[in-house]
């Protein structure tokens, strides 16, 4: 398993960034930070003034990956990256299972069954430490749907009905969502999800959390030599990355919804975090941003014991390890794909 190191987050949209030897120099107006290339394996600008020709060459050299979103940090522009890593032999396979509906399938299976089983264990934990203050029987029969449905998800004989399990799932599991936000319920509330833009200041911070997610997914996937633009139950379009979504369904409840409800339940996040732009769209602040991407990064650091591996792994080092998996699988050295499954 490789090493876990830092990413760099630039949310000040005045910030431009250069190279100075082995160190990146993060230039805002009068003052220079510099930071030793060797402790960071990835940077993300949200909306800055721009990178020197000289650090881009560096980081696809150096295999640190650049990735440029839009200010508000929900929209992916642009990413610099190097060599491209793994063989021929192991994208062709992911091409051939891609092309083939009844292998897809089965990894498709997979991958929702683990992501119900999450929701179900988000819903069963706030049950167990949150008894008192929520409607328990509410909350129990959800958990009790989801339950019923993964046996459903694992005999589904297409996508369109794998979908339609799923799509019912997701709104069963976010209808208890709101309920689960147990503080600052008069900035924080959760009435079903919406994006592109967002609404409401819950979920802009979701957007925020499966955009970040997302990234760490597709590096994940091109670090183990897939193609992170060919997926399984994401169809194919030109400029996303189907394969990353794919795995992001694994991790959705556990490392961004809960990471969110967190932010908000221990106050980290508040009300004057946001804004509203004329069109409605909600938006995290650069400040707001900046809070967020600190306590990402805390997150990433936290260990816990992987569900299949049997080993301590973080938080941010999950979905690389899922992606080995999943090599693994195509490569004919697993039997099937081990999704992500945790309490």
């Known amino acids: 398993m490789k090493k876990l190191l830092n990413t760099l987050y630039i949310t000040t949209p005045e910030s431009y960034l250069s190279l100075n030897g082995e160190t990146v120099v993060i230039n805002h107006d009068d003052e220079k930070k510099s930071i030793p290339l060797h402790n960071i394996d990835g940077i993300m ?6 990178v020197t020709p000289a650090l881009m060459g560096k980081c696809a050299k150096n295999g640190i990956e650049l990735v440029f979103m839009s200010r508000d940090g929900q929209k992916f522009l642009a990413k610099i990256e190097g060599e491209v890593n793994g063989n021929v032999f192991l994208r062709r396979e992911q091409y051939r299972i891609a092309d083939d509906t009844e292998r897809s399938l089965e990894i498709a299976k997979n991958i929702i069954s683990a992501k119900v089983y999450n929701s179900r264990m988000s819903i069963e934990r706030t049950i ?8 328990v029987e509410k909350f129990k029969k959800k958990s009790e749907f989801l339950r019923n449905s993964i046996p459903k998800i694992m005999n589904c004989s297409n996508m369109e009905q794998l979908r339609g399990i799923e799509g019912e799932s997701a709104s069963i599991y ?4 709101d309920d689960m936000i147990l503080q600052q319920k008069d900035d924080f509330a959760f009435h079903g999800r919406n994006k592109r833009p967002a609404l409401d200041n819950v979920n802009a911070m979701l957007s925020f959390a499966y955009t970040l997610c997302n ?13 992170a633009y060919v997926g399984f139950m994401h169809t194919d379009r030109p400029g996303r990355p ?4 794919d795995l992001l ?5 556990q490392m961004c919804d809960r990471f969110v409800l967190t932010l908000i339940n221990k106050k980290i996040i508040k009300a004057d975090c946001f804004m509203k732009k004329a069109n409605g769209a909600v938006l995290l602040t650069d400040d707001g941003r900046n809070e967020f991407c600190k306590a990402w990064q805390n997150k990433k650091h936290e260990e816990i014991k992987h569900p299949f591996l049997g080993e301590k792994v973080q938080w941010g080092m999950v979905p690389y390890a899922q992606a080995l998996l999943l090599a693994r699988y195509i490569r004919g050295d697993l039997d099937c794909y081990p999704p992500f499954m945790w309490k």
Do not use: N, P, Q
């Open 242 to 245: 189907s394969l990353a979504l």
């Open 174 to 177: 976010f209808s208890v969502l």
């Open 215 to 227: 990234t760490m997914c597709t590096s994940a996937l091109e670090s183990v030599g897939l193609d």
């Open 45 to 50: 600008i949200c909306g800055g003034k721009g």
């Open 128 to 135: 167990r430490d949150h008894s008192l203050r929520i409607d």
């Open 249 to 253: 369904e694994e991790f959705r409840c």
